[in-house]
């Protein structure tokens, strides 16, 4: 597709700007390191590699420790994101050509950060299992999540669709077919369409804001913290809500609790909820 047909067309505008956040230094997350800091403070080492292993439900982690930690995870994000929007805003109007694109470009490498932690809690498998670009089913999840950043609805019934499938297989990875020519990916080229026209809005709310040198740099460091952090605790919300979220159920039996064959000793699950 040419250069002219990208910048017209919405869904390709933002499936480019997509890609090109996904390669920015930093903006894939190791689920393995994360979920080991995350959950370091809370759980026990058998839980960690059970959560790491298999997931954080299959572990039993309570939700109220999960939240915790997605709420840590979308603080470190939005003060990070906020503060590099900030900086992009001090030259001025001189700079906007510049600018203008890298902000957007660390904007998404921000929110796909904050949606790959947020998945990896709420029992996603690994989004970016190598160092390849992304394939076509991480692509639209990704998009999926993004939508519900946003708000979409459509996009909040596609991800309850996708859980769904996920939830009933016992899956350890994207349900590739219905997420790149199956019954989701419609919505995934609609929400992308939907999100293209927005990036442009954005795009321009961001250049009046960044044209006056230091006074700009506030205005657009605050409005990064407006947007990012309601986006942030939406996709929270909608993710802890689902069922794959679910904490797996214990089953009491003698002096320990037997988490899918996994006994862990009834006082330590006990301190779980005490310290929640």
Not at 34 to 42: D, F
Not at 63 to 89: C, F, P, Q, V, W
Not at 121 to 137: E, H, I, K, R, V
Not at 197 to 206: D, H, I, P, V
Request: with cysteine; proline share 6%; net charge positive.
């Amino acid at each position: 597709m040419s250069t002219k047909k990208v910048m017209e067309n919405p869904e390709s505008r933002f499936s480019a700007l997509l890609a090109a956040a996904a390669r920015l230094p930093g903006a894939r997350i190791d689920r393995e390191a994360y979920l080991r800091k995350a959950l370091s403070r809370h759980c026990s080492e058998a839980e960690i590699r059970r959560a790491i292993e298999e997931s954080p439900a299959a572990a039993g982690i309570p939700a109220e420790i999960l939240d915790r930690a997605a709420g840590e995870s979308i603080n470190y994000e939005t003060a990070k994101a906020s503060a590099l929007s900030a900086a992009a805003g001090i030259p001025g109007v001189l700079a906007l050509p510049a600018t203008i694109p890298a902000d957007m470009a660390q904007y998404f490498g921000h929110m796909l950060r904050i949606a790959q932690k947020l998945a990896y809690l709420y029992s996603w498998p690994d989004l970016f299992a190598d160092d390849t670009d992304l394939d076509d089913a991480t692509k639209s999840v990704l998009t999926l999540f993004i939508g519900v950043m946003f708000g979409t609805q459509s996009a909040n019934n596609a991800v309850g669709k996708v859980a769904t499938m996920m939830s009933k297989e016992v899956a350890k990875k994207l349900p590739q077919k219905a997420l790149t020519k199956g019954v989701v990916y419609p919505i995934v080229k609609k929400v992308a369409g939907y999100l293209g026209a927005e990036m442009t809005k954005q795009t321009f709310a961001k250049s009046v804001s960044k044209a006056i040198p230091v006074v700009g740099a506030v205005v657009s460091g605050g409005l990064t913290f407006a947007t990012y952090r309601p986006m942030a605790k939406r996709l929270k919300k909608h993710l802890s809500g689902l069922e794959l979220a679910k904490p797996a159920p214990c089953v009491v039996v003698g002096e320990v609790i037997d988490v899918h064959d996994s006994p862990i000793p009834a006082p330590r699950r006990a301190g779980l909820h005490d310290r929640a």
